[in-house]
């Protein structure tokens, strides 16, 4: 992935030469990619002669998202060594630089900041405990380094600013901001195809084994009490989708069939880029990640459809999460329990209107952020 990257530096070289402005967006993954999406869509909307680079650590968002027309050069970030981010910072010349959530390296930061670049985090989330508030070396020249840090919650603000960041500022979630986008965006009508009967759908996305195991053992009932499945996991690979099947043996492929619910009950999505819109056409939506160490998956893409979620216990690492349960509007379940009376305790609580309102009333992180980097002097002197 780096060689590749490295291959790709010659394409922003060329860029100096026209003189042309760069903004950097840097994303661990998947996840932080769409965190980040909707304040680079809006830039580049605002900003259409800025060159847009975005890198990733994670292989999994870097082959995802390699071909993304909405960035001028997909990149892997360099390995964390000061001889290797000075050569990248050298190749591509960056005027702002967005970090999106976490992904913390100390070197790179360090050559931005000896290279006075902004750099804007977004996105952040900060504990009691975490390593950017320590009183090391490294963590005071990391703060040093961050021109503004965005979070999403009013905590971290506190926390940083006791630790010296006045910088720090709260500014909401983009990631409702983006779900709602999605959701007013025209979808693929061919999903519509899957509601073509009478009975109800459970959407499972971004579904892991011990999600599946779970999910198969109250299939009989479900399928009993008039429902249908549709299954996106989390990963498609040869693997994650034959054990897919070996759950769900009744199952047809997404690969097979297309959008038809016809021939089967249940349906496995075997391709990525799908989710956020089958979401639309489920009656209730099981999220998964909940019973791996990371923690559920991202909950508000259903619940801007107006759909209840289950998912899985952990939910400690997503606020969005833990606040929809407190409401309400996603119940969990354990390892032992039963999932089919969840499902229906979930499915009858529903009132109408109520979690889709409650999603769009989080949403206007992107606004604020893009307000202050619209202001920022590195933006405004190379707009003269």
């Known amino acids: 992935m780096r060689k590749e990257s490295v291959r790709n530096y010659i394409i922003a070289s060329t860029w100096q030469n026209d003189n042309h402005k760069v903004l950097w967006m840097h994303c661990a993954s998947v996840g932080e990619f769409e965190q980040g999406r909707p304040v680079l869509e809006s830039f580049r909307a605002r900003h259409p002669a800025w060159k847009i680079v975005v890198t990733f650590y994670s292989p999994s968002g870097y082959m995802q998202f390699k071909n993304w027309d909405g960035a001028d050069l997909i990149l892997a970030l360099p390995l964390d060594y000061r001889t290797q981010c000075a050569e990248f910072l050298d190749r591509v010349k960056p005027d702002h630089v967005l970090w999106v959530r976490y992904d913390f390296w100390p070197q790179i930061y360090r050559v931005l900041a000896e290279q006075r670049i902004p750099l804007t985090l977004i996105g952040g989330r900060i504990h009691k405990d975490h390593r950017l ?86 299939m009989e009932s479900l399928i009993e009490k008039g429902w249908k499945m549709v299954v996106v996991p989390h990963e498609v690979n040869e693997v994650s989708i034959n054990h897919c099947c070996q759950q769900f043996p009744r199952a047809r492929l997404w690969s097979e069939v297309g959008w038809s619910l016809d021939d089967s009950s249940q349906l496995i999505v075997d391709t990525v880029g799908y989710l956020s819109t089958v979401y639309k056409v489920a009656n209730l939506a099981y999220v998964g990640g909940g019973f791996q160490s990371s923690g559920v998956h991202n909950v508000l893409e259903p619940m801007v459809y107006d759909i209840p979620v289950i998912s899985g216990p952990n939910l400690s690492r997503s606020m969005e999460a833990l606040a929809a349960n407190k409401m309400g509007f996603l119940r969990t379940l354990d390892q032992k329990g039963d999932f089919f009376p969840v499902l229906e305790a979930s499915f009858n609580a529903k009132k109408e209107g109520s979690i889709a309102s409650w999603v769009k009333g989080q949403t206007g992180a992107t606004d604020r952020i893009t307000h202050y980097i619209d202001n920022h002097p590195s933006i405004q002197e190379r707009l003269q």
Do not use: C, P
């Open 133 to 218: 508030l320590s009183s090391h070396s490294v963590a005071k020249t990391m703060r040093q380094a961050i021109t503004k840090f965005f979070t999403v919650d009013k905590s971290s603000v506190s926390l940083l600013h006791n630790a010296g960041m006045s910088n720090a500022e709260y500014a909401g979630d983009t990631r409702f901001d983006r779900v709602v986008s999605i959701a007013s965006d025209s979808a693929d009508n061919a999903i519509d195809a899957l509601r073509s009967g009478e009975e109800k759908i459970l959407v499972a996305g971004s579904t892991w084994h011990k999600d599946q195991e779970i999910l198969a053992l109250s």
